[in-house]
């Protein structure tokens, strides 16, 4: 848990490829019922032809040229990911710095699932309050899920992923135009790792069981053992005290008339509603937020493209704030609490 005291600032872009496929053309051509569209809660999916790293180093010129930051001021540079990034045997953060000139940046790969940009910002505001190692940040994430080892429709329950990239940049004093951090937290529960696993066996090399990534089947196994409930009782212990936690260090009232939006991870409707939604309503009476029905779930980036959406006035107008949620296999869950400040004020909030 960290209380950015005094705030750091944040600018966050999503890069998405024009390319779509729509839920309603794959419904008229039988390959998704009516029943798996409302349930989801999307419309479209973006469908990207180029690798992963690519669009990252997209999303990340954005927004380090729209911050006016020379690259040579950013210190580390981290950028996660949850399939295929282009190459079997490499190190993906590395060729986003090099591309992006980040001559002085540490690059850093981050694998956590679908929270990788959770634990990302952690490390970001640990390395941003640090007095040695510097003051500015670059966070990146992008997934491509395409064929053949990846059925973007079908390959997991209720859940469809799209492709694109997303880029954060942070630095201890905020400039103007930037979104102000005064929270984040984390929580885990490992006892969950199995759901992406099942009973498979540990396997020699990568795709060794099936040619194509089935979280369906791993999902079965692990629901034959532990059943529904347990997952569901451990969502709904756990996001409260998150973000309980996440308001204490933002020196925020879970009901502050000044919270505009609760975020929420791009992981289709019908666990939204059976999960995460009640859990929020524990907590907060503000308004909660599913953003996710033009882009599917967008892996390791949910949590950055919807800081970006804190862009929009509808979201989170000027002087108030948002808490943006996100989530990851294994399990993980961050929460960040944000402020957009008002453009004729200066900010002297005090956490």
Not at 1 to 15: C, F, Q
Not at 140 to 147: G, V
């Amino acid at each position: 848990m960290y209380a950015t005291s005094p705030p750091i600032g944040l600018r966050a872009t999503t890069w998405l490829p024009v390319s779509t496929e729509s839920a309603a053309d794959r419904v008229d051509s039988g390959f998704l019922s009516q029943t798996e569209v409302l349930e989801s809660g999307y419309r479209e999916l973006p469908v990207s032809v180029e690798a992963p790293p690519i669009m990252a180093v997209r999303a990340g010129r954005a927004v380090v040229d729209g911050s006016g930051v020379d690259p040579s001021q950013i210190t580390l540079n981290t950028h996660a990911w949850i399939y295929h990034q282009g190459h079997d045997f490499w190190a993906p953060a590395h060729h986003v710095a090099s591309e992006l000139g980040l001559l002085n940046a540490m690059p850093v790969g981050i694998s956590q699932m679908c929270n990788g940009a959770g634990i990302a910002l952690e490390l970001a505001v640990d390395h941003l309050r640090s007095p040695t190692r510097g003051d500015t940040v670059l966070m990146t994430t992008a997934d491509r899920f395409c064929e053949p080892g990846f059925d973007r429709w079908h390959g997991d329950y209720g859940l469809w992923y799209g492709d694109g990239a997303t880029a954060a940049l942070l630095r201890s004093t905020p400039a103007d135009g930037d979104l102000h951090l005064l929270s984040v937290a984390t929580d885990a529960d490992s006892s969950a790792e199995k759901m992406h696993r099942g009973d498979d066996e540990f396997t020699d090399s990568p795709m060794a069981i099936s040619s194509v990534i089935d979280i369906r089947r791993t999902k079965r196994a692990y629901l034959a053992r532990h059943g529904k409930d347990a997952f569901a009782a451990t969502v709904a212990d756990r996001i409260p005290a998150l973000l309980t936690t996440a308001f204490t260090a933002a020196g925020l009232s879970p009901n502050d008339p000044q919270l505009a939006s609760v975020v929420l991870p791009r992981l289709g409707s019908k666990a939204l509603t059976a999960a995460y939604r009640p859990a929020v309503a524990q907590v907060t009476r503000a308004p909660v937020r599913d953003v996710g029905a033009a882009t599917g779930h967008l892996g390791a980036g949910d949590l950055i493209a919807n800081m970006a959406l804190l862009e929009d006035d509808s979201l989170c107008p000027p002087g108030q704030m948002a808490v943006v949620l996100s989530a990851g296999g294994g399990f993980s869950w961050t929460a960040a609490v944000i402020r957009k400040p008002s453009p004729t004020t200066t900010d002297k909030r005090k956490s």
